[in-house]
């Protein structure tokens, strides 16, 4: 079984460009979340879809992340602009329901720098 | 809100070694506890987890306990191996995955 594809895996950009990462989660899974994981700290989440629609997005910075699951599938996070701040990992994980107790499985996760 | 405490690393021990990595939680209701391991270069992989007060997770020659009335989650192994050097993160769910902030073990020959 294929598990989740994150690309690209590594991004370089200068503060106040733009920049997209891309998430594919394992077959079958109807729910999908982005984590941001800075240095030396666990994974936040930042968004959580179930199918194509929103969970939850409490904690994204709207006024600069967005993110999208078109067809229930692949999902984009995109950052616009970029601050420093943002450099971080920044990890994709599916799971089987949103059930609390089940498994999520993360994959590679995207390693965002911004100078 | 909803937070998860471990213990500060890098851990450092020799191959054999016992380990204990300490993980407190503070949540309201029943939460379930997660063992997630980051080997380098990789995802995070669930390790082990525990649903409810007294359940004992365990995996690879790892475990964990859920103690309600110590609002702990310890992991524990009794024998390292260097291939066990990687960061551990402690986690709780209410609803969603909310992290501590890791712990690195490096195991040495």
């Given at each position: 079984?294929?598990?989740?594809?994150?690309?690209?895996?590594?991004?370089?950009?200068?503060?106040?460009?733009?920049?997209?990462?891309?998430?594919?989660?394992?077959?079958?899974?109807?729910?999908?979340?982005?984590?941001?994981?800075?240095?030396?700290?666990?994974?936040?989440?930042?968004?959580?879809?179930?199918?194509?629609?929103?969970?939850?997005?409490?904690?994204?910075?709207?006024?600069?992340?967005?993110?999208?699951?078109?067809?229930?599938?692949?999902?984009?996070?995109?950052?616009?602009?970029a601050?420093?701040?943002?450099?971080?990992?920044?990890?994709?994980?599916?799971?089987?329901?949103?059930?609390?107790?089940?498994?999520?499985?993360?994959?590679?996760?995207?390693?965002?720098?911004v100078? | 809100?909803?937070?998860?405490?471990?213990?500060?690393?890098?851990?450092?021990?020799?191959?054999?070694?016992?380990?204990?990595?300490?993980?407190?939680?503070?949540?309201?209701?029943y939460?379930?506890?997660?063992?997630?391991?980051?080997?380098?270069?990789?995802?995070?992989?669930l390790l082990?987890?525990?649903?409810?007060?007294?359940?004992?997770?365990?995996?690879?020659?790892?475990?964990?306990?859920?103690?309600?009335?110590?609002?702990?989650?310890?992991?524990?192994?009794?024998?390292?191996?260097?291939?066990?050097?990687?960061?551990?993160?402690c986690?709780?769910?209410?609803?969603?995955?909310?992290?501590?902030?890791?712990?690195?073990?490096?195991?040495?020959?």
């Amino acid at each position: 079984e294929a598990g989740v594809a994150q690309s690209p895996r590594y991004k370089i950009i200068e503060k106040r460009q733009s920049v997209a990462f891309w998430c594919n989660p394992i077959s079958g899974h109807a729910t999908l979340y982005w984590y941001q994981q800075i240095l030396g700290q666990g994974p936040k989440l930042l968004i959580q879809f179930q199918n194509n629609g929103v969970v939850d997005d409490s904690q994204l910075p709207k006024d600069r992340f967005s993110a999208e699951r078109l067809k229930g599938v692949d999902s984009t996070l995109k950052i616009q602009p970029a601050k420093l701040e943002d450099s971080a990992v920044y990890l994709c994980a599916s799971s089987s329901t949103g059930t609390v107790s089940y498994e999520q499985y993360f994959g590679p996760g995207t390693r965002l720098t911004v100078t | 809100g909803d937070s998860v405490t471990q213990m500060e690393g890098p851990v450092t021990l020799s191959e054999e070694a016992f380990l204990t990595i300490n993980c407190t939680y503070t949540a309201t209701g029943y939460p379930s506890l997660f063992w997630y391991v980051q080997y380098p270069g990789e995802g995070l992989q669930l390790l082990l987890k525990a649903t409810k007060a007294d359940d004992k997770g365990s995996n690879k020659g790892f475990e964990a306990t859920y103690r309600k009335e110590t609002t702990s989650f310890h992991l524990e192994k009794g024998s390292v191996q260097v291939s066990d050097s990687a960061v551990y993160f402690c986690a709780l769910s209410a609803g969603t995955l909310t992290f501590g902030k890791g712990t690195m073990l490096l195991v040495s020959p």
